[in-house]
C-alpha cells in the first residue's frame, strides 16, 4: 500500500511524519505546480471549487508516482466540501485508475472510530505506536506553524530580498528530516536562528504597514493556488498576519471534535453583529478575524477565497459593513484556475499603495494633534 494525500502549504510534513512512523509507505505528491492545476482542472466540472480542482491533479501525479491509496478528510456542514471525497473518487475511477481511496470523516467524539480508519490506511498497530507517532507529528505541526510566523515578521526587514523565504525552506526542511521530538526542537532553534540572521540592520526599517490574511483555509494555507501572497506583500514591506495556521485547524476540527472539548468561540463572538449564524467553511471565522483585526489597529484587511464559495461569498457581501463601521480597508482576491500572476500583484500593489497612504494620513494627524 503506497499512501497519498492532497497537499495545503506545508500540511505534509505532519502528515508525512504521522504515517511513515507507523509504518506506511508515503508517496507525497509533486509541490503543486501549473501542470497539478491543468490536470484537475480538466478532469473536473468546470463550477466545483479551486482546492478540488487541485487535489485532483495532486492524486494523479501522486498515482504517476506509484501511489495506490488516497487519504481525503472528509467533513459535514452547509458547503460542499463533505462531498469532495466522494466526487474526486468517482472522477479518478471514471478515467481508469485502480486505487482505494479512505476518507476520515470527523471523529464527532468517537476516538475508537478514528484509531478504525487510521487502520485501515496503516494496519493493527499497538496504541502506543500511535501516541508516539501522534506526538512527533504534533511537534513538526508546531513547530512548522512557529518557523511560519517567524518569517512573517522577519520577512520586511530582509537584508537581501528572498533571503528569508531561503531560510525557511532550509529550516523546513530540518523540520521534515527530523526524527524524534528532540530533533524537531533542535531544528526549530536552528531555524529560528537563520531566519532572525536574515534581518538588516536595525533603525533602516520603517514602522512597516500591518495587514491580516482571511478567508478560506485551503487557499490561505496553499501558496501555490495564492500566488504565494504572504510572500509578496512581506517583499512589500507588510508585515503580514494570517487568521489560520495548520494547527489552529487541526486543533478546532479534529482534536477538540475528538474531544468533544468546547470550541473557541472568540471569532463568532466577534462576527455575530454581521453574520450570525453558522455558514459553513470558514464564513463566520472570516468575519470575526476581520474584526479582531480591527479592533488591533491592523491597517488593512485581505480576505481571500476560491471562486464559487459559497461560505467566503457570504462573508464577502458582509466585509464592506465590518471595513465600513470599523474603519479599515478590506480587500477580497478570488482564485480560480483562470487567475493570473500578473493580475494578484497589481491588486495588491494597489492595496498597499492605498494603506500606506492611510497610514501616513493617520501619522500626520498624530503629529498635528
Ligand atoms: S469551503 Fe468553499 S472552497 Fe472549501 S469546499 Fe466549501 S465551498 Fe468549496
Known sequence: MKITFAHMGNLYITVKALLEDLGAEVVVPPMPSKRTLSIGSRHSPEFACLPLKVNIGNYIEAMELGADTIAMAGGVGPCRFGLYGEVQREILKALGYEFEMIIIEP??????????????????????????????????MTAVDELEKVVQRVRPFEGRRGAATAALASALKLVDEASSIVQVKRALEDGREMLLSVRAPEGDAPDPPRIGIVGEVYVVLEPFVNFDVERRLGEMGVLVERSIYIGDWVREHLFKDLFRLRKGRRPYDLAKPYLCHFVGGHGVETVGHTVEYARQKFDGVI?????????????????????RDLGIPVMTLVFDEHSSDAGVLTRLEAFVDLVERSCRRRAAKGARG
Open 107 to 140: 471523529p464527532q467524539g468517537r476516538l475508537r472510530h478514528v484509531l478504525r480508519q487510521l487502520g485501515r490506511l496503516v494496519g493493527r498497530n499497538p496504541v502506543g505506536k500511535y501516541v508516539r507517532a501522534a506526538r512527533l507529528a504534533w511537534a513538526k
Open 303 to 323: 480576505q481571500l477565497a476560491p471562486f464559487t464559495c459559497m461560505p467566503e461569498i457570504v462573508a464577502q457581501d458582509v466585509l464592506p459593513a465590518v471595513s
